[in-house]
């Protein structure tokens, strides 16, 4: 009977998971936060009724993996391309200035290691955690506020989506360097060799989905190809570039987002994401939080490293925009904007986790880190945004 004991774990996880998520919501706050405290209630931390197995382990991997697939569906090339290269300097300074605080930051709490190491490694990865910025967060909260398709509102978005992918170009090339026999050369390589496997792969197989496209609209035949050119992308980027398998999903629904059915497939994903691989992954996160390693240097880490996050984001991003001409207010706006984590700073630790990069006790400092943010940066935009008029007539819904 103990083998069918993950049907029960299952059972607990989707339901535990959904009522947790809809009182998180209640909150206003996201409702991964739910979701990974529902993980943490069942976990060994608190009710011990749920236990990590391998089989937990590969649906959260799949949860992960289409989570990303889901995002480049739903990433609007054509915005990022108007937004051009103001968005994409914001961006870039908006990663450099958390990933070089971050890091700083572990390395004032823990000690300064010597370059190349290990625990180097870990600081700098405690730096990567930094770098994302959560688009859906962001975009509900100006869509409610009425802004989305203003000027800075445009730049937000534009920079966050080209933020989240230099996060996970990033993420590839610190988990390249975790084998200390790895030479630099040979990640940039890999990486570079990836790069025209999923620009030539690319290519074709976009042509081919157009014709079937064109052919048998709005099939479900669409949707199932498309999870398999997820899995196989996944696939091939861990297996023959070595690089993670998240980065060949998210490219997946790169080649796949401007199909016509763009967002049909993503809909298909969205109900297998939604119901169970999701709230596999996020209870996951939950599971894998440990308190008892918890102590006074942890706490102050924790608190350090909410605040570097945030601040990191405001400096980085905010002072880019003003070089480039803005206000003080507007630039004000895009900082705070930028300063939200969630999905993808959950990835980018479950990642660093499973290649033995980061301890479970940081996932307590994360999760704190997503809370915090997600109920600060809504807040300041509306005080930001109070009493100036709002150029939406008809919202756009974008989603993360």
Not at 149 to 156: A, N, P, Q, Y
Not at 241 to 263: K, P, Q
């Amino acid at each position: 009977m103990e083998s069918f004991e993950f049907l029960k774990d299952l059972a607990l996880i989707i339901v535990t998971a959904k009522v947790f998520g809809l009182i998180a919501n209640k909150l206003k706050a996201p409702q991964v936060v739910g979701e990974i405290i529902a993980g943490l209630i069942l976990g060994p931390s608190i009710l011990g009724w749920v236990g990590q197995s391998d089989f937990l382990s590969r649906m959260a991997e799949i949860g992960v993996i289409l989570i990303m697939f889901g995002a480049g569906l739903e990433t609007n090339m054509k915005d990022l391309l108007k937004t051009g290269p103001k968005a994409l300097l914001i961006a870039l300074v908006g990663v450099f200035v958390p990933l070089a605080g971050g890091a700083l930051t572990y390395m004032l709490i823990f000690g300064f290691s010597e370059w190349g190491s290990e625990e180097f490694m870990r600081a700098v990865f405690i730096g990567t955690i930094m770098t994302a910025t959560s688009v859906g967060i962001t975009v509900q909260t100006l869509k409610e506020l009425g802004h989305l398709k203003g000027r800075i509102g445009t730049l937000i978005l534009s920079s966050a989506i080209i933020d989240d992918i230099i996060g996970i170009i990033v993420l590839t090339f610190v988990i390249g360097f975790k084998d200390t026999e790895s030479k630099p050369m040979d990640v940039v390589i890999r990486t570079g060799l990836f790069i025209l496997f999923a620009v030539g792969v690319g290519i074709i197989c976009y042509y081919i989905f157009k014709f079937i496209d064109k052919r048998y609209p709005h099939k479900r035949r669409i949707p199932i190809l498309g999870l398999a050119l997820c899995m196989i992308m996944a696939y091939a980027a861990e297996k023959f570039f070595g690089i993670a398998d998240i980065t060949g999903a998210y490219v997946a629904g790169l080649i796949l987002c401007n199909l016509r059915d763009s967002d049909y497939i993503a809909e298909k994903m969205d109900v297998s994401s939604y119901m169970m691989f999701g709230p596999v992954f996020f209870a996951s996160i939950g599971l894998k939080t440990q308190f008892d390693g918890i102590t006074p240097a942890l706490l102050i880490f924790s608190a350090a490293f909410v605040f570097t996050a945030l601040i990191t984001k405001v400096i980085g991003c905010g002072l880019t925009a003003k070089l480039l001409g803005n206000n003080f207010k507007d630039s004000l706006k895009v900082g705070v904007g930028m300063m939200t984590r969630g999905e993808v700073a959950l990835i980018v630790s479950q990642k660093g986790l499973s290649v033995g990069m980061m301890d479970p006790t940081y996932f307590t400092s994360v999760i704190l880190l997503i809370i915090v943010s997600s109920v600060t940066t809504p807040i300041l935009l509306k005080l930001l945004y109070k009493g100036e008029d709002k150029p939406d007539a008809a919202p756009a819904v974008v989603q993360n």
